[in-house]
T-cell receptor, first 113, second 112 residues
């Protein structure tokens, strides 16, 4: 079914490990983004992409890498996990033109120990 | 993108209208007002958006003041399932306004 799919739903990492959070959408959306949400806090933008091959930094990009090789996928890579990266990560997408709202995924809950 | 200001929390009785305010005094002419909500720890859900006219859909109504410096989201008959954090954001479209910043939102408590 159409939507934004995030995997995994839960993950525990040790400090210093690396991993990739996956995000895929099947709505042919040009725009995709990653947010993190710490307990009791709002959403903070990590990185975003306005189309395949184009990415840019958000509010809190340090410690994260992204790439956009296809329209459908926008993976988020943690290079060397730190306890400060313990958070819930949400991926969002929308059409690049027009005033459409964002569709969010259900999130990945990451704990770094 | 312009910033928004929302009260941190509000209460509403079940069955009554919930009116959630948002101030966006620095909004630009090409920026839309969007509302999202987040129920518990789920992903945020789009509710409604508008430019300068009032808008209504099956979920809510959006009232934007004539000077566009503030808006109100109206849930006409709030239910317990409407308890959530509501985010008001402003975003330009078609001009690269994709760096969308979310604030802390308003935590709405609907009480029986």
């Amino acid at each position: 079914n159409a939507g934004v799919t995030q995997t995994p739903k839960f993950q525990v990492l040790k400090t210093g490990q690396s991993m990739t959070l996956q995000c895929a959408q099947d709505m042919n959306h040009e725009y995709m983004s990653w947010y993190r949400q710490d307990p009791g806090m709002g959403l903070r933008l990590i990185h975003y992409s306005v189309g395949a091959g184009i990415t840019d930094q958000g509010e809190v990009p340090n410690g994260y890498n992204v790439s956009r090789s296809t329209t459908e996928d926008f993976p988020l890579r943690l290079l060397s996990a730190a306890p400060s990266q313990t958070s819930v990560y949400f991926c969002a997408s929308s059409y690049g033109r027009g005033s459409y709202g964002y569709t969010f995924g259900s999130g990945t809950r990451l704990t770094v120990v | 993108d312009a910033k928004t200001t929302q009260p941190p929390s509000m209460d509403c009785a079940e069955g009554r209208a919930a009116n959630l305010p948002c101030n966006h005094s620095t909004i630009s002419g090409n920026e839309y007002v969007y509302w999202y909500r987040q129920i518990h720890s789920q992903g945020p859900q789009y509710i409604i958006h508008g430019l300068k006219n009032n808008e209504t859909n099956e979920m809510a109504s959006l009232i934007i003041t004539e000077d566009r410096k503030s808006s109100t989201l109206i849930l006409p008959h709030a239910t317990l399932r409407d308890t959530a954090v509501y985010y008001c954001i402003v975003r330009a479209i078609n001009t690269g306004g994709f760096k969308t910043i979310f604030g802390a939102g308003t935590r709405l408590f609907v009480k029986a």
